[in-house]
């Protein structure tokens, strides 16, 4: 695989001219200190090309428009179609750009809330950006190690705009990316994984993303209980396994399923079961739950 690398006081890229990657993969990626005037274009690119302006001014033409920029903006270019942009007279910007291609390209640059109607974002984490585009220029040397890096690098930049559209998004209008279900298996997992620990359901909320309501309502909707009585739930099946299994004491049983207080353990216990949990150890059959269960 070739590559070019130049490296100077007003401009750096690196640019590989062919490239093997499924998903999302970089192409090229610089930086440069613009002098007045200066132009590129019209042009077409067979990848998408994003800029992001540090400082200055120009103008972005696509699809017989034309956009004035300015510090903070980002414009995105898509591929296979003719663009052209210029550095303002007065005031020439510097930028720094990625170019990328992949399946999922599109999809991410869509979760950042760019399309063909909306070519212009702003963005103000630009000492992260100008972070991971020197980590990726940094990276140039072609080592297996460095691919790691800088495909990672651009995860990171991609991120951090997607991070920054969603806290700029209305609050009261909470985003999700994923389907409900896949949420719920991540609490479900993330109960199974962290049961003995005095978690909470904000815990496990702020864990994946979501907001303590959401996570509630798509629970109901999934299992037709509550984030709540689901963590019970696992608990006491964990417990009943262990007061069966193992001559530990109540009180070793309810710290190892998450109970820092013993009584409370056996209260909750009692509602759940109808019998404390010393009775239950002794009893020869199993338990049937309680048809009306009690949350902590």
């Not at 720094?96 to 999809?107: L, N, S």
């Not at 530990?248 to 404390?276: C, E, M, Q, R, W």
Request: aromatic share 16%; net charge neutral; charged share 25%.
């Amino acid at each position: 695989m070739k590559t070019k690398y130049t490296n100077s006081a007003q401009y750096k890229c690196l640019e590989y001219l062919k490239k093997q990657s499924v998903d999302l993969y970089l192409s090229y990626c610089g930086m440069e200190e613009c002098q007045r005037s200066h132009s590129y274009g019209p042009t077409k690119r067979t990848e998408y090309l994003l800029h992001y302006i540090l400082s200055g001014n120009g103008i972005y033409q696509v699809d017989g428009k034309t956009y004035h920029l300015k510090k903070h903006d980002a414009f995105i270019i898509y591929p296979n179609e003719i663009t052209y942009y210029e550095a303002d007279k007065e005031d020439p910007w510097s930028y720094i750009w990625i170019g990328f291609d992949g399946v999922k390209a599109e999809t991410y640059l869509n979760y950042i809330s760019f399309s063909k109607e909306n070519r212009i974002c702003s963005f103000n984490c630009k000492n992260l950006l100008l972070d991971y585009i020197n980590g990726m220029l940094n990276s140039s040397q072609l080592t297996y190690a460095n691919d790691l890096k800088r495909e990672g690098y651009l995860f990171l930049f991609l991120s951090a705009l997607i991070n920054e559209t969603h806290k700029s998004s209305n609050k009261n209008d909470e985003i999700h990316d994923y389907p409900y279900q896949v949420y719920v298996e991540h609490a479900m997992q993330y109960i199974e994984h962290n049961y003995e620990k005095n978690i909470k359901i904000n815990d496990i909320a702020n864990y994946i993303g979501i907001s303590r309501s959401y996570l509630s309502s798509i629970f109901k909707k999934s299992l037709n209980l509550s984030p709540q009585s689901y963590l019970v739930n696992y608990r006491l099946d964990k417990a009943c396994s262990l007061l069966k299994s193992t001559t530990f004491p109540v009180s070793t049983i309810a710290y190892k399923v998450g109970y820092d207080d013993p009584l409370t353990f056996s209260k909750v216990f009692k509602n759940f079961f109808h019998v404390s949990p010393t009775t239950y150890r002794t009893q020869n059959e199993e338990l049937i739950y309680s048809t009306k269960r009690e949350e902590e």
